[in-house]
């Protein structure tokens, strides 16, 4: 009938995103090539490599993956609000004249000093943050871990947080 069996996509995060959104919609798998920046969603499943993602589709080999919306938009590992495509873009203009790392750094620096912070509500609480990231946990990282522990251990930690109410890393 003309509609693709499957997708592909070669890119970061935030293309491979985009592609998994049509994916999603059209119920087709999604081939994920990492040649992004950091490609964690490709990492995250073990994709670190354009070999891993062609051996993977040639063995007929697939998983399945959680995929949430904000605002209609999916995201597939981690979402942000506030100044983090400032901090982007000021790291990939310094990356080449002193590595990735030391422009990241810098970039987080000079955002947080020039840039002033993000009005949120969250959970009917008014917030001033610069910058928040928002993680999808990724089905098949938990498949690994005995239920009863993530059933146990994750209220323990939401509790120790207070809810989540003032979490920071």
């Known amino acids: 009938d003309g509609e693709p069996a499957a997708l592909g996509v070669?890119?970061?995060?935030?293309?491979?995103?985009?592609v998994a959104q049509i994916a999603h919609d059209r119920g087709v798998p999604l081939a994920v090539f990492?040649?992004?920046?950091?490609?964690?969603?490709?990492?995250?499943?073990?994709?670190?490599?354009?070999?891993h993602t062609t051996a993977a589709v040639e063995a007929g080999m697939a998983g399945m993956v959680?995929?949430?919306?904000?605002?209609?938009?999916?995201?597939?590992?981690t979402a942000s609000i506030?100044?983090?495509?400032?901090?982007?873009?000021?790291?990939?203009?310094?990356?080449?004249?002193?590595?990735?790392?030391?422009?990241t750094a810098y970039a987080m620096i000079r955002t947080l000093r020039h840039e002033k912070p993000v009005?949120?509500?969250?959970?009917?609480?008014?917030?001033?943050?610069?910058?928040?990231?928002?993680?999808l946990m990724i089905g098949n990282a938990l498949s690994s871990l005995d239920t009863t522990v993530v059933a146990t251990a994750l209220p323990t930690i939401v509790g120790d947080l207070h809810g989540l109410r003032d979490l920071s890393w």
């Open 82 to 103: 506030g100044h983090y495509p400032e901090m982007v873009a000021r790291r990939d203009r310094y990356s080449h004249r002193m590595g990735k790392w030391p422009a």
């Open 119 to 135: 009005d949120l509500v969250i959970n009917g609480e008014r917030k001033s943050v610069w910058i928040v990231f928002i993680g």
């Open 34 to 51: 990492p040649a992004g920046t950091l490609n964690h969603f490709a990492k995250a499943l073990g994709l670190d490599s354009d070999a």
């Open 66 to 77: 959680d995929i949430a919306f904000i605002d209609g938009e999916a995201f597939l590992n």
């Open 10 to 18: 070669a890119g970061g995060d935030g293309t491979v995103a985009s």
